[in-house]
């Protein structure tokens, strides 16, 4: 979902990296699903969730399994 809204908006790869602030290769790997965003990243990758207004798709309990 959030490749594909990435891809409609024509936000580069390198650029929805930019948003977050992250190497454009962490960028490729989330939007590619290789890997999710460390806890420690996490806030990154919201920013771009934030920036292509998906925050209402987020439930509160995303990464409730790695917190406990």
Do not use: C
Request: positive net charge.
């Amino acid at each position: 979902m959030v490749n594909q809204s990435r891809m409609d908006r024509h936000l580069s790869v390198r650029r929805a990296a930019q948003i977050s602030g992250v190497p454009a290769s962490t960028m490729h790997g989330w939007l590619q699903g290789r890997h999710f965003p460390t806890p420690a990243l996490r806030p990154k990758f919201l920013a771009l969730v934030a920036y292509l207004e998906l925050g209402h798709f987020l439930h509160a309990g995303l990464w409730q399994d790695e917190e406990s």
